[in-house]
């Protein structure tokens, strides 16, 4: 049938060139012998009329001239032209060989104008065996077909690789191209081995540039990744109105108060991050970082954590900038793009100093505070100690440093010199070096007194160890020194010795607490996370019990898993607690057992509590238990007992209450037991811990308040007392410390959605393009707050609401559409990139996080009304076709840092979950719902600023780095970048998205928004591109 298909052909050819038959007539001829659509009719004609023209010397210009009129009629196709010139096999006629070529690159260029309407597969396909056969042409001209250094062989290879040039780096060619490279993979290799073949063959040829110009435009066709782009392009004026300024410092100064800086590898990796985001360079980066931590101290410098805070700034900082420096040298900080206009760090950072000293007011103000001390002059030196900077240079910056003019001083000194810092970094060393070495059970009375003397200056110690895990060492030697004091170890103890292993007790109790309250309860928990739960120290069971969990908690919401407690314990406490003689007496602190005291005498005291709710006792028995407590047994007992009392007020009415208020204020009244030095500096400490666990439920407690029974108010925050505050970062360009507080109180009191919500409406209200910069930059800052479930309301709730409702289209339009696309693609690349260290173990996973995953999303919250109308499918996101895991090496998702973090949310179900595009993760899961919404706008074909919001959108999502751009890729609907690719490409529509001086790139867009590794996914944008209007 094929052999009579080509005679037939072949008898029609001849008759038409012997005739001159004009186009028409040849078009009307055709078809009646083939079926419209027929490819195989059409290859086989095109192969018959391209090997009849080059019959001869020269080629027959009227046949040739049937290809165009019949592409043109849709007889022929440019997949039959392409497969008939890849048949052209005569490379000794160099005239018929240069004609093809010319031939060939007509249609090529055909190619990239207007549309193409045929099998789009097929058509990269053929474009593939075209490239192959270009390749091959050159590889044989130059192993030896004709005289390699004939001049007509060396223009023939220029001729090849010119066409191979222009089939490789026109558009629409190119783009075809990175299609059949991941349809035909297995094909792939060979065009490899051939590049690699030519390019060794190429070696001194007259023709070697055309040659390696034109193997690298291949080698690039494989690459249809976006280029990494800043979200927020950083620029040359530093000063408080910059995205990068304010991430910085807001990284700092929640790093600092919630997450305690103990970690500075997950610290500097999240720095690094917002450096890809604000596109920042080395330089910039240690600046942003620097002023953040000068910042961070003066704000704090009153505060509880101001030594934390010197500790940070002076000995912590030069490591910080020491670790950057190794992370940005390795392959760790090369998974970030950081513009590196510095080829040495030495240099960058001697710039960031350099442009430190315009900022003369900050630095005259840390000079004033901290005694006059230089401590610009001071951190170059400790620079110089850790071998970032020379000696040399660190001179030269000294010298500018001390010719600049200093304000005269008008800050009292509040700080600790930082130069006395090092010698509590010794004084630190000597102190562990004595708990390894000393034996606690000969020599408590001295430890007391040592301990004793330094309890007022302990934050101050740990803070200034000599390395990370300073804070990790002493908290594991005052938990073991607490391990040894709580039983007495020998029978006979005297009043004296009972006292001082009591004192001993309580002060390493409330060092381990002072510990937590600074650096959180994760610091004691990874110290025995290990272990068996038999094995477990008393203070670590109690933390683990009474702590809040992060400064966000309280002892309101605690981990209901209580300590196991003996019946009969308790009932004996009970009876020492309603003892009249106890009451009355002194009695010393002789107990044996202190662990088993604090853990029983605090459930009978709450069962004392229970039974005076419920009338069986009253108020003068539970103020003689007090009494007992308060005389007879340790303050770390008291305060076991203060806890759970105020922890049983949360739940006991209002009546009640007023009196249980003064049980409370008897608790925390200093006892007469032991009138010494040692324990009035205890009762201090334990002072100091209840404050912090009792702030939110009776704030007032160390003030005689139990005659009083006015009930506090519940303090409501309107729109327009939040909206004063933003107004006043605006204005201010800046978020302090105290305006920090004031906000997050108001997320505390009002919740994430309702938060979130208030922001987009300030930043989507305004018009102006200066106010809209200024807002978003607060804006940005404000998520940080609470950035994962600010990041899920964005895109669960906000986005959807103004995508859905026809009326809010007018409130994404630019400038302020474009900066809330900006807002919320770079904080779901801070949440992704988070979740990606908890998952690599390098961050530990926050309380909120935790609550996320248990409560938000996967519990099935439902959408708004509004949403559901339009939105198909349940609270756990939309149940449309997903796209499958692609299998080639460029587009494997399955290996890349997003995958394991779907994978680590799926477990076992992982294979299954990942073709459905379901998971566990709830950023993940709005991702996958917002998706779904936007592309329910692009199918309404309702013009409008919501489709340029869409576009934007996954524009950045597109160039902001591997984790954000894979996550849209895997959650998109299939064919909604199919419809993205076309609308964008519209006559109708202009979309000129510059960003970072690049030119929109419509169908490099499309390759970037698309899975290639899905073969219905390249059917789809292959058919796309080619429909596409050039």
């Known amino acids: 049938m094929i052999g009579s298909s080509q005679t037939l052909f072949r008898k029609v050819v001849m008759t038409a060139w012997k005739e001159r038959w004009s186009e028409q007539r040849w078009t009307v001829a055709m078809k009646k012998l083939i079926q419209p659509g027929n490819n195989s009719d059409m290859i086989q004609m095109a192969d018959v009329l391209f090997m009849q023209a080059f019959v001869g010397n020269s080629p027959n210009t009227v046949l040739l001239g ?53 099998d789009s597969l097929l058509l990269c396909k053929t474009l593939m065996v075209i490239l192959k056969w270009l390749l091959r042409n050159i590889e044989q001209y130059l192993t ?49 081995t051939d590049l690699a073949v030519i390019k060794g063959a190429a070696l001194n040829h007259a023709a070697q540039n055309e040659i390696t110009t034109s193997c690298n435009s291949v080698s690039q066709l494989s690459r249809c990744h976006a280029k990494t782009l800043a979200i927020y392009p950083s620029k040359n004026v530093f000063g408080n109105c910059s995205h990068h300024s304010m991430l910085t410092n807001m990284l700092i100064l929640l790093e600092g108060d919630w997450n305690k800086m103990t970690d500075p590898d997950s610290l500097m990796q999240q720095l690094l991050l ?145 130069s006395k810092l090092l010698q509590y970094e010794v004084t630190a060393g000597k102190i562990l070096s004595i708990l390894d070495t000393s034996d606690v059970t000969a020599n408590q009375e001295s430890l007391v007194a040592t301990w004793s003397q330094l309890s007022s200056n302990f934050s101050l110690i740990i803070a200034s160890g000599p390395d990370s895990q300073n804070v990790q060492n002493f908290a594991q030697k005052l938990i073991a020194l607490n391990e040894v004091v709580k039983v007495n170890p020998k029978q006979g103890e005297n009043v004296k010795s009972a006292q001082i292993r009591c004192q001993l007790f309580d002060l390493s109790f409330f060092f381990v607490c002072e510990i937590a309250e600074q650096y959180g309860k994760d610091v004691i928990r990874n110290l025995y996370a290990d272990q068996d739960a038999t094995a477990e120290p008393f203070i670590y069971q109690w933390l683990m019990q009474e702590w809040p969990e992060d400064r966000e908690s309280s002892v309101k919401m605690l981990n209901s898993k209580r300590l196991e407690v003996d019946d009969k314990r308790v009932k004996i406490f009970i009876d020492r607690l309603q003892s009249v003689r106890d009451r009355t007496q002194d009695q010393p602190p002789t107990l044996v057992k202190w662990y088993d005291t604090c853990i029983h005498m605090t459930r009978a005291f709450i069962e004392m509590i229970k039974a005076w709710n419920y009338k069986y006792i009253t108020k003068a028995d539970v103020l003689g238990a007090c009494d007992i407590i308060c005389k007879t047994f340790s303050l770390a007992i008291r305060l076991s007992c203060l806890v759970e009392a105020a922890r049983f007020s949360l739940s006991a009415s209002c009546e009640f209450n007023a009196d249980l208020k003064e049980v409370l204020y008897k608790l925390s009244r200093p006892s007469s037991m032991g009138q010494d030095t040692h324990s009035g500096k205890i009762y201090k400490m334990f002072k100091r811990v209840a404050t912090f666990l009792l702030q939110e439920i009776t704030p007032d407690i160390f003030h005689d308040t139990s005659k009083q029974t006015v009930v506090k108010a519940t303090v409501h925050y309107p729109l327009d007392v939040f909206t004063g505050y933003i107004s006043e970062c605006c204005q201010s360009e800046w978020i302090d410390g105290a305006m920090l507080k004031k906000l997050s109180n ?37 998520i940080q707050l609470d950035l994962d479930s600010c990041v899920i309301c964005l895109l669960r709730h906000e986005i959807p609401h103004y995508l859905t409702d026809g009326t809010q289209y007018m409130h994404l339009s630019a400038p302020s559409g474009n900066s809330l696309a900006r807002l919320v693609v770079s904080g779901l690349a801070m949440v992704l990139h988070n979740m990606s260290l908890q998952q690599k173990g390098c961050l530990p996973r926050t309380n909120q996080t935790k609550r996320l995953e248990q409560e938000y999303l996967v519990s099935g919250i439902e959408a708004p009304v509004i949403h559901q109308r339009q939105a198909p499918g349940n609270g756990g996101g939309p149940n449309k076709l997903r796209r499958l895991f692609s299998v080639t090496a460029e587009h494997d998702l399955s290996s890349s840092a997003f995958s394991s973090i779907l994978s ?6 992982a294979t299954q979950s990942r073709s459905a595009g379901i998971t566990d993760q709830p950023v993940l899961r709005a991702l996958s719902y917002v998706l779904e919404i936007m592309h329910l706008s692009l199918q309404n074909h309702q013009p409008g600023p919501h489709i340029d919001f869409i576009v934007q959108f996954v524009y950045l999502a597109s160039c902001c780095g591997e984790l954000v751009s894979q996550a849209v890729l895997q959650f998109m609907p299939l064919k909604m970048a199919s419809e993205l690719a076309s609308l964008i490409t519209d006559k109708g529509r202009s979309y000129k998205i510059r960003h970072m001086g690049e030119e929109f790139d419509a169908l490099h867009f499309s390759l970037c928004i698309s899975d290639l590794g899905n073969g219905m996914s390249r059917k789809i944008i292959a058919s796309t591109i080619s429909q596409m209007t050039l």
């Open 746 to 782: 108001v997320l505390d009191r009002t919740g994430p959605q309702w938060f979130t919500h208030q922001i987009v409406r300030q930043l989507l209200k305004l018009t102006r393009k200066d106010d809209v910069e200024r807002t978003a930059m607060v804006v940005s800052g404000l």
């Open 66 to 118: 049937y290809f165009n009129y019949g592409l043109t009629s849709g007889i022929l196709s440019y997949s039959a032209i392409l497969s008939a010139i890849a048949k052209h096999e005569d490379l000794q006629n160099i005239p018929n060989m240069k004609c093809t070529l010319q031939f060939l690159l007509f249609y090529i260029e055909r190619m990239n104008t207007g549309q193409i309407l045929e």
């Open 274 to 418: 917002i450096s890809q985001i604000c596109g920042l360079n080395y330089k910039d980066i240690c600046v942003s970082l620097m002023r953040s931590c000068m910042l961070g101290f003066l704000g704090n410098i009153d505060g509880s954590s101001k030594h934390k805070w010197s500790s940070i700034l002076f000995l912590k900082l030069p490591m910080y900038l020491c670790r950057l420096k190794s992370l940005l040298s390795s392959s760790s900080g090369c998974e970030f793009m950081i513009s590196q206009t510095y080829e040495r760090f030495d240099d960058a950072l001697t710039d960031a100093f350099t442009s430190l000293l315009q900022y003369d007011s900050l630095l005259d103000m840390l000079d004033q505070v901290t005694a006059s001390s230089d401590c610009f002059s001071w951190l170059v030196e400790r620079c110089v100690t850790f071998d970032l900077m020379k000696e040399e240079t660190s001179e030269e910056l000294k010298v500018k440093r001390s010719k600049m003019v200093k304000a005269p001083s008008q800050h009292p000194v509040r700080a600790v010199e930082p």
């Open 904 to 909: 680590d949310s799926q477990g076992t179900n």
């Open 144 to 192: 030896g077909v004709k005289e390699v250094s004939n001049p007509e062989t060396i223009d023939i290879i220029q001729h090849n690789c010119s066409v191979l040039l222009s089939l490789t780096t026109m558009r629409r060619t190119a783009s075809l191209l990175t299609v059949a490279r991941f349809e035909e993979s297995s094909g792939w290799s060979h065009i490899e």
